[in-house]
């Protein structure tokens, strides 16, 4: 088996702060309870040495999340070389099993396992109760701290398996609860995935639901109106300015047929797919321009724009609906009144799109939908939008400013 990385999140830095301390008392107990802590006269060097090893030591578990491999095996090395007690190995072993798996785990734990006999060994090999914490621990209760007291050789093998079966044992408790955890944040993710689909599907269905009605409504009333405009085209011959009418009639409804068609496959597929739709461009401003001048309103209008073919699409179409709302707004609220559109800009300066016709007040004195639906393009793209009476109230102007954006 490999070995591998258990997920898992950081714990609290209290727990480490207890973990370094406790591991700091049982560093020092087992220094004091040593042959080199009971030193005196020129050993007493060396006793003093302990002694300071002994609290620093436990330091090392600061980076056992980040290395706890390098840890547990420094830990074992300095319990094995130094009468400090195997307590940070312990530690630190739990804390590799907790995170990690592998043969290369279970050698550290051989490791931990040879600094605990080691210890115990040493332990059991002092004289008096003073040098042992075993002896100490398991020696007469009112005995003299230098009391000689033998030890069977058994205590070794207990004392280890004491030691080392819980923190395995921990270690594993540990990376269990891990896993769980991860498994649990897995399923959640899952369950999130789901519920999207979900949402995805319903919001499909619905669409497929309004592209049906949509068809079946719109579009059997725009085939009628191309049939009835054909017919009347045909049957005004006589008539030239009604058979313009007719004409172009005719074939503003097989255009909008057409859109129709379009619309609605965007509304049957996938929303996040290409569709593949022809995207409106800035250079095909004249010819929205042309189609409100066929209906036979005047239109005074100025187009020049620098490098329109690099603009960004979406900058292009925005210009495109913008303008073509800003006509049809005319048309609806001034009808048979001069129009004059002026769209302008480049790269250097942005876009600026200048709309004027006669003002007439709207029924509910409010701006309406068109409006509307120019300002949501304009915040999106960044820019501004001003509408309001000129000229003494004579004049409706709408002025738009769009920043320039390339094809990135």
């Not at 921990?170 to 896993?179: C, D, H, S, T, V």
């Not at 379009?262 to 022809?278: E, Y």
């Not at 699409?313 to 009808?335: D, F, G, M, S």
């Not at 300066?349 to 393009?377: H, K, V």
Request: glycine share 8%; proline share 6%.
């Amino acid at each position: 088996m490999s070995e591998m990385a258990v997920g898992a999140r950081r714990p609290p830095v209290w727990r480490t702060v207890l973990l370094i301390a406790v591991c700091m008392f049982a560093s020092l107990t087992s220094a004091v309870f040593s042959e080199w802590g009971q030193s005196s006269g020129q050993n007493a060097l060396a006793a003093f040495g302990v002694i300071l090893i002994a609290p620093a030591v436990p330091l090392v578990l600061l980076w056992r999340h980040r290395a706890p491999m390098t840890v547990a095996l420094v830990a074992a090395g300095l319990a094995i070389l130094v009468p400090i007690g195997a307590s940070t190995a312990l530690v630190a072993l739990a804390s590799l099993i907790a995170r990690r798996s592998g043969r290369r785990v279970w050698y550290v734990a051989g490791a931990v396992a040879l600094a605990l006999t080691v210890t115990a060994i040493r332990d059991l090999l002092a004289e008096t109760m003073a040098e042992s914490f075993l002896k100490t621990l398991l020696g007469p209760l009112d005995a003299p701290p230098t009391t000689a007291v033998t030890l069977s050789w058994w205590v070794v093998p207990i004392a280890v398996a004491v030691a080392l079966v819980p923190a395995i044992g921990i270690g594993l408790l540990l990376r269990a609860r891990r896993a769980s955890r991860a498994a649990e944040e897995r399923a959640q993710v899952a369950g999130q995935r789901t519920e999207q689909l979900g949402d995805e599907l319903a919001r499909q269905v619905e669409r497929e639901r309004i592209a049906r009605e949509v068809h079946d409504v719109l579009g059997h009333r725009l085939s009628l109106l191309n049939l009835h405009a054909g017919a009347l085209e045909v049957n005004a011959q006589e008539n030239d300015d009604l058979a313009r009418s007719a004409a172009l009639v005719r074939s503003s409804a097989g255009q909008s047929v057409e859109d129709l068609r379009s619309l609605l496959s965007v509304l049957r597929q996938d929303p996040g797919a290409d569709h593949g739709l022809p995207e409106p461009s800035l250079v095909d401003l004249p010819g929205v321009i042309d189609e409100t001048v066929r209906t036979g309103v005047p239109v005074s209008a100025t187009v020049y724009l620098d490098q329109a073919e690099s603009a960004d699409p979406t900058l292009a179409r925005a210009v495109y609906r913008i303008v073509q709302e800003l006509l049809t707004n005319a048309r609806k609220h001034a009808p048979g009144q001069q129009i004059r559109l002026a769209v302008t800009g480049g790269p250097s300066n942005g876009i600026s799109i200048d709309a004027r016709n006669p003002y007439r007040p709207p029924a509910g004195g409010t701006p309406g939908r068109g409006l509307q639906g120019i300002a949501e393009r304009v915040e999106l793209l960044g820019g501004r939008l001003q509408y309001g009476v000129d000229d003494g109230g004579a004049t409706f102007r709408v002025t738009v400013t769009l920043p320039w954006r390339e094809v990135g």
